[in-house]
């Protein structure tokens, strides 16, 4: 999202602890998460008076950018296709974090975009072919509370 300057913009600085007039700030930057190296476009703003570098307010997804070109150097699922796949399971987050040996938390997360290692991809993905999925059920179904199997 590229910060919008109509007129000067007056933002609260951390380090001078007040609002201070900001200027449009803009780079590339290279990350690794999971092993997987990377690089992403950075849209903020700059504190003018001590050069902090300042969240762009009207940006409420500060995360994606970064996150959406991780997902694309290591080919693994966006957010959507994680739920995708657990709904066409039949399955709770609860209930497939189960199955899978993951913590509901973590299917959470994967489901709200957060990042997700090659490895849980690739267990995620292996999940959403019925088969694979019905050998889990036979293995792992045992921990599964009452109601919490898929309807089908």
């Known amino acids: 999202m590229q910060p919008v300057m109509n007129g000067p913009q007056i933002l609260f600085c951390p380090r001078c602890s007040a609002m201070s007039p900001a200027r449009p700030l803009a780079y590339d930057e290279d990350c690794e998460i999971h092993g997987v190296e990377f690089s992403f476009h950075v849209d ?3 504190c003018v008076n001590c050069g902090e570098e300042l969240a762009d307010p009207a940006d409420p997804e500060l995360m994606r950018p970064m996150y959406d070109a991780y997902r694309a150097a290591s ?3 966006d957010a959507a296709s994680v739920k995708a796949i657990r709904e066409r399971s039949g399955l709770s987050q609860v209930a497939f974090a189960t199955l899978l040996g993951m913590s509901p938390a973590t299917i959470n997360r994967f489901e709200m975009g957060a990042p997700i290692a090659i490895k849980e991809d690739n267990l995620i993905r292996m999940a959403g072919i019925p088969s694979a ?3 889990l059920l036979r293995q792992r179904g ?3 509370k ?3 199997r898929p309807k089908r």
């Open 44 to 46: 903020a703003f700059e």
């Open 142 to 144: 045992h921990l599964l």
């Open 146 to 148: 009452p109601g919490q």
């Open 75 to 77: 080919g693994t699922l």
């Open 133 to 135: 999925l019905r050998m």
